[in-house]
């Protein structure tokens, strides 16, 4: 399985953008599709988390009502659009997948088998 995420850039504070992670491989075989990030200086954390089985989501608190997770299962491709974006969203953003029955941290990541490469999201305040 491969991650292949892409979307980021510049946006001034109150923008949006719509992140994309695009998996190649045995994306059947997978249950748990998120998005992580990580700023400078500061620890990885869980942004948004989507559990196939049940459809369970996860939000950070910090964007709860402006970030949206959705899985395209035709596209096999997981999105995170980001509205009202402001200075401490800044980050790289990674997406990360689990397989069925891995037991993973959708608040850190720990525990996910496959990660992306990051793309960078820059907020201007």
């Known amino acids: 399985v491969q991650l292949q995420a892409s979307g980021g850039g510049l946006v001034h504070a109150g923008g949006s953008l719509r992140l994309s992670c695009a998996v190649s491989?045995?994306?059947?075989?997978?249950?748990?599709m998120g998005w992580f990030r990580q700023a400078p200086g500061k620890r990885r954390e869980g942004v948004a988390c989507?559990?196939?089985?049940?459809?369970?989501?996860y939000y950070a608190d910090s964007v709860k009502g402006r970030f949206t997770i959705s899985r395209d299962n035709a596209k096999d491709t997981v999105y995170l659009q980001m509205n009202s974006l402001n200075f401490e969203d800044t980050a790289v953003y990674y997406c990360?997948?689990?397989?069925?029955?891995?037991?993973?941290?959708?608040?850190?990541?720990?525990?996910?088998?496959?990660w992306g490469k990051g793309t960078q999201v820059t907020v201007s305040s």
């Open positions: 989507l559990r196939t089985t049940d459809g369970y989501i």
């Open positions: 990360a997948a689990a397989r069925y029955y891995s037991d993973y941290d959708p608040r850190s990541g720990r525990g996910m088998d496959y």
């Open positions: 491989g045995r994306a059947f075989s997978l249950n748990g």
